[in-house]
């Protein structure tokens, strides 16, 4: 909470902070608990209702706990024409998960993006920021047990 | 740093940049962008700084990590000055071998060089690679040669020299009237001409105006806007200060999507600099002008690359359009007159004051002037982000810089303008590319954003693929778009799941005619564009996939063979 208050201390506890203020909160925290969203409500004078439709409007935010690995899956256009829809059913059989879904222990969290910029490497994978080897089922299996 | 008070005491910096460098220097220059960061450029960096000082070279060798050099197919690549040595997909492995052959040796390295896919040639320097050589690389160039975090390397290639003669020879309204003059329109897709937008917000009533920078470069597949902030962000912000002064705002915006970190860190580094040297804040360059600038993130809403959205997101609420009954220059952000245009348009406005309106204006078509950056993207050998002069045929980019199509497939379409573009088949490709031309065939310009497609696309996924995309991104404030591409996605399923009935085009041309007419915003009246150009120009597609159940591409999986 001490941390949620220096981030809308350095936003000045601008009203108009709102957006880059939970981006801050999210960026750090990769959720945004219910407790963060009262302080932030209450230090910047926005009411909650408000804070809740700017929180579930934008696609960056999330409202639950989201697993300690990110896998994004980059379906934009570029990746698409590339076949980028097998590889998201590939990484969908492989965590059980469905995009946007994390698992029970909080391990991995799959994300559908909109192109981070890397057309030239498609169809994109990138786990915790980091760019992941395509490879077949059977290796991806192994590169994601290495994760904790 | 010094703060600079005068033109005159920024040409003496200039001149004293200058005279520390020399050109016959050898410089590495490595490809740090997005795409080769993400394939281990910044290994390749840590190495070459090593080897430099493990091999006895420092001080005698410069090395700079620059933005997108655009040929992203290659990455990550390295251009060794000033012979200009292009070498591509370098690991961190090669660098010991480069450093000490090519740099001290002066020997080429044969297995690092670009072969020709085509003539099975290698090639040595970067200005006879086919992919360059048949660019124009106006806004672009300077991207592959200097380091985007350092204001000095951008002053050294005559940076701000726009701004000096702005503020010390041209009155707003002749900078105005210059900007008029060159023709340049919008490059973020509506292609209204940016004089024109900049003369309104000058007339327009109203004490306080701002500037904007759309940076939310939301079509998926394209990312010239993210490559040039990368790269180059100095220049964006010289022509952002330059709209200012044009329009008499004193404050401006960089809204940035979020999912780009990297021109985020460029764009604070570059403001920081440019204040600290006086070119941004308090009586700038002593002309008594004043602009202070701040970044806004995006946070991940396509619609908010719409102008009333992306203004109602900076005010800190839900990206939403409003009705454009009066336009922003006028109303925007926070009800007063705002002048919003795109990366590129900006960085293009230096340019045309540096060389002029009139020979900006001989480049490109009648009504398309100076070049266009696009991303070009897709099944095809040299992805990469391409600049070219409006006028430029489709097949020229896709086949002399792009190199046709990989694993000897055949062309099928080429996707422009992103989700409220269209499709353009073969038969097509000598359309030259410029705004009212791209219009007219059934697509758009857009923002830039090119994807090639082979014989393995089938063009009824590829609309459903972007209704998809569209249907999640639509903010729900108006009924045509939200409920209308809803029910064109449904309809769309159903044919790919070889569930189609008699009369579906006709329903869907429909629901297509009544979003394109009365939705609120750009989203919303573009939906249905990629399904009526691929409907003018595949139509034998949906039939096949309605009336046989057969997806003539193999590429439905539930149809039948």
């Given at each position: ?148 | ?116 896919p085509g003539t099975k040639e290698k090639i040595v320097h970067e200005p006879e690679i086919p992919f360059y050589k048949n660019q124009m690389r106006l806004v672009l160039g300077p991207n592959g040669s200097i380091d ?199 960085s293009n406005v230096p340019l045309i004051i540096n060389k002029g309106a009139d020979w900006y204006a001989q480049i490109g078509t009648e009504t398309s002037k100076g070049t266009k950056i696009f991303s070009l993207v897709g099944n095809i050998t040299n992805t990469g982000l391409v600049e070219v002069p ?172």
């Open positions: 909470m001490e941390r949620v208050d220096q981030i809308i201390d350095k936003h000045e506890c601008e009203a108009s902070s709102l957006v880059q203020v939970l981006l801050a909160i999210q960026t750090e925290n990769h959720w945004l608990p219910m407790e963060a969203l009262e302080r932030v409500a209450e230090r910047l004078q926005v009411p909650l209702t408000r804070i809740q439709q700017v929180a579930t409007f934008y696609k960056a935010f999330s409202l639950v706990p989201k697993g300690r690995h990110t896998i994004n899956v980059c379906t934009g256009t570029a990746c698409y024409a590339r076949g980028a829809s097998r590889v998201l059913d590939m990484m969908q059989d492989l965590t059980g998960l469905k995009s946007g879904e994390t698992d029970l222990d909080l391990k991995f969290s799959l994300e559908k993006v909109s192109c981070p910029g890397c057309c030239a490497l498609g169809p994109y994978v990138e786990i915790d920021g980091k760019t992941q080897e395509l490879t077949t089922p059977a290796e991806m299996a192994e590169a994601l047990k290495k994760f904790e | 740093m010094a703060r600079i008070n005068s033109p005159a005491e920024l040409e003496e910096l200039r001149k004293s940049i200058l005279s520390t460098r020399d050109a016959n220097k050898p410089c590495i220059t490595l490809c740090s962008g997005s795409t080769c960061h993400a394939s281990s450029s910044k290994k390749v960096a840590v190495c070459i700084e090593e080897e430099i000082i493990k091999q006895g070279l420092s001080g005698k060798v410069d090395f700079r990590k620059t933005g997108c050099h655009g040929f992203c197919e290659m990455g990550p690549i390295m251009v060794i000055y000033p012979e200009k040595i292009f070498y591509t997909k370098i690991k961190p492995e090669d660098v010991p071998e480069i450093i000490s052959q090519t740099i001290m040796e002066k020997k080429i390295i044969e297995r690092l060089l670009y072969t020709d985007p975090k350092s204001i000095d390397d951008y002053l050294a290639i005559g940076g701000y020299s726009a701004l000096v003669k702005v503020l010390t020879q041209m009155t707003p309204e002749q900078v105005v009237e210059e900007v008029k003059k060159s023709k340049l329109r919008g490059r973020g897709g509506a292609g209204f001409p940016a004089g024109i937008k900049w003369e309104g917000a000058r007339k327009a009533p109203g004490d306080i105006k701002y500037v904007l920078v759309n940076a939310d470069e939301g079509d998926p597949g394209a990312y010239m806007d993210g490559g040039l902030l990368e790269g180059n962000p100095h220049s964006v912000l010289e022509g952002l200060i330059i709209g200012a002064y044009a329009t008499g705002s004193h404050e401006g915006y960089f809204y940035i999507r979020h999912e780009y970190p990297m021109a985020v860190e460029n764009v604070h580094i570059a403001i920081k600099q440019a204040e600290e040297y006086g070119l941004l804040g308090k009586n700038i360059l002593g002309s008594g002008f004043d602009l202070i600038v701040k970044v806004h993130e995006g946070a991940g809403a396509y619609v908010c690359g719409e102008s009333f959205a992306l203004m109602t997101s900076i005010e800190g609420k839900p990206g939403e359009p409003r009705p454009s009954y009066i336009l922003p220059i006028f109303k925007g952000l926070w009800n007063r007159p705002s002048v919003l245009n795109n990366v590129e348009t900006w409006m006028g430029t045929t489709l097949r020229d980019i896709i086949y002399k810089i792009g190199g046709g199509i990989p694993g000897g497939k055949k062309f099928k379409a080429v996707q422009t303008g992103g989700p409220a573009g269209g499709c353009l088949p073969e038969h097509m490709l000598d359309l030259e590319v410029g705004y009212d031309e791209l219009k007219k065939s059934g697509s758009m310009m857009g923002s830039g954003g090119m994807v090639v497609m082979d014989e393995d696309t089938c063009m009824v996924d590829v609309v459903k693929y972007y209704l998809e995309f569209l249907t999640g991104e639509s903010c729900g404030k108006c009924v045509p778009c939200r409920e209308g591409i809803r029910q064109m996605l449904k309809i769309i399923t159903n044919i790919t799941q070889g569930k189609g009935k008699e009369g579906d085009i006709e329903l869907l041309e429909e629901l297509a005619a009544l979003a394109g007419n009365v939705a609120l915003c750009g989203l919303g009246k573009g939906a249905p564009s990629p399904f009526l150009s691929t409907l003018k120009y595949f139509r034998n597609e949906y039939e096949a996939h309605i009336k046989e159940k057969r997806c003539t591409a193999l590429s439905c999986t539930s149809q039948k063979v």
